[in-house]
């Protein structure tokens, strides 16, 4: 069965800082993982997905994430904190092979000071 | 484009009471999935859908069910409605199996 640990429900940064969201996942095949992210009464958008190949992946608004199998991690990054990326984000992780459900994290709250 | 529409937006119900939640997208996606996404929690799965005339049970299916008539619509049914069914219900829908999947903006119902 999958899982996904979100370290963290909230993190905190300045604008300009570095933006690091941690996610480990659980899985007895190899995955694909995605990050989300939700904004206030919003449903989730894709950020970006690992599937198989390049293990940096790089996503929509500067994010990119590395898929690192030795760890069992995904960790999302941006090297400079905007205020608009305040919101929450989401890992999530399903096997890839068959049709499995999408497993999603708890969600870390990003908050972003001036 | 307008991807994945949820109506209503936003609903109270007493205890006790029905309604059915309804999600459209106009993307010919053949996966639908509806999910509840409590505080702390995370998404959850109710059921889901891998194409017209098809429903399966996810993680949280009791007290709710679904159905799939046509291909761009998936309906989410509460047969008696309970305080713990307040939640903000999302459907969402995916080209195929294990691809990225595309929310609509919820539902927030609210039971009295």
């Known amino acids: 069965a999958q899982s996904v640990t979100q370290l963290g429900s909230h993190v905190s940064v300045s604008e300009g800082a570095l933006v690091l969201l941690r996610c480990n996942y659980s899985s007895s095949v190899p995955p694909y993982l995605f990050w989300y992210v939700q904004y206030p009464n919003q449903g989730l958008q894709l950020l970006l997905k690992?599937?198989?190949?390049?293990?940096l992946v790089k996503g929509i608004n500067g994010f990119e994430a590395e898929f690192k199998k030795s760890e069992t991690s995904f960790h999302l990054t941006k090297p400079s904190a905007h205020m608009s990326d305040a919101a929450e984000y989401f890992c999530?992780?399903?096997?890839?092979?068959?049709?499995?459900?999408?497993?999603f994290g708890t969600g870390t709250r990003l908050l972003v000071s001036p | 484009n307008a991807g994945v529409t949820q109506t209503p937006k936003f609903r109270v119900l007493k205890t006790g009471q029905s309604m059915t939640l309804l999600c459209a997208q106009d993307m010919n996606h053949e996966y639908m999935y509806w999910y509840r996404q409590d505080p702390g929690m995370g998404l959850r799965l109710i059921h889901y859908?891998?194409?017209?005339?098809?429903?399966a049970k996810g993680e949280v299916p009791d007290g709710y069910n679904v159905s799939r008539l046509k291909k761009q619509n998936f309906l989410l049914g509460l047969e008696s409605a309970a305080p713990s069914q307040t939640s903000v219900y999302f459907c969402a829908s995916s080209p195929g199996r294990n691809q990225p999947q595309h929310f609509g903006d919820g539902t927030r119902l609210s039971i009295l």
């Open positions: 859908s891998v194409g017209e005339g098809t429903t």
């Open positions: 690992y599937t198989t190949g390049a293990t």
């Open positions: 999530a992780v399903t096997p890839n092979t068959g049709f499995q459900k999408l497993v």
